[in-house]
């Protein structure tokens, strides 16, 4: 049992859903990184995502996208968010997943990747433009190493993919709560409550609602029919506001906090 599965184990003992917190690796920069990591956790986040910079991020609305340019500006890249998490190894124990786009995996070898993530420290890997049907290879080693692969579901799975996915499903279910990119949303759909309730009869595992949750009023709407919210569009957006700042990890510690009170 790795950390995540040891972190829904605990929350649910408890009764409590789980706040994922999202943050672009190196946005502004690494030092950065590792101090809202810190500040993240005192503030209620029970995962944390560290989002790898890529040119290509084509699940990514414009605020990550910028975040990601402005990381990748500053030289940014896998190795160096390896070496962060093995520092932040030293001094928290909380869940940490790298989101990635598959080219820097492939680009680094499969294997190579998962051996150095498990060896950092990472405990899960979210890929969103790896389909289901082509990551066999990647998912059975990781599931070796003891790497979680995320899965993705969203309201446009069919009813047989959604069953395909499910039987391999490791950690949470990453549900995609809106067509189209991250990004902030006025309103979660109306059918949320169904789709989740579909998906909740075919598996025991934790299913967590991500794109467009940006208010603490829409976290816990998601968190009475999920077991799990994850938001990154706005506290990317935070810790661009507060750039320059010497408070800036606390500033977006306490805007989190808001939010996770799930």
Avoid: W
């Avoid at 789709?195 to 940006?214: E, M, Y």
């Amino acid at each position: 049992m790795n950390r995540i599965d040891k972190k829904f184990s605990a929350l649910k003992k408890r009764s409590k859903k789980a706040f994922i917190a999202f943050i672009t690796a190196g946005f502004p920069d690494l030092s950065s990184t590792a101090r809202l990591v810190i500040e993240l956790e005192k503030n209620g986040a029970d995962i944390i995502e560290l989002g790898v910079p890529f040119s290509d991020p084509l699940a990514d609305g414009p605020v990550i996208q910028e975040a990601s340019g402005y990381a990748l500006k500053k030289g940014i890249n896998l190795p160096k968010i390896l070496d962060l998490v093995r520092g932040l190894r030293k001094v928290t124990q909380i869940p940490l997943c790298l989101m990635t786009y598959y080219n820097p995996v492939f680009c680094f070898g499969e294997r190579a990747f998962v051996d150095q993530a498990v060896a950092a420290g990472v405990d899960g890997v979210i890929i969103p433009d790896l389909p289901f049907e082509e990551a066999g290879e990647l998912n059975r080693y990781a599931g070796q190493k003891g790497l979680v692969n995320i899965s993705f579901l969203s309201p446009t799975s069919s009813a047989s993919r959604v069953k395909k996915i499910l039987s391999s499903a490791r950690g949470f279910i990453y549900y995609v709560s809106v067509t189209g990119v991250t990004g902030s949303r006025a309103n979660l759909s109306g059918d949320l409550k169904n789709q989740l309730g579909r998906i909740r009869k075919l598996t025991a595992k934790p299913v967590c609602v991500g794109f467009g949750i940006s208010s603490p009023g829409q976290a816990r709407a998601a968190a009475k029919i999920a077991d799990g919210v994850i938001v990154g569009s706005a506290i990317v957006a935070k810790i661009k506001e507060n750039i320059g700042r010497e408070d800036l990890a606390q500033r977006v510690g306490r805007f989190a906090g808001k939010l996770s009170h799930v």
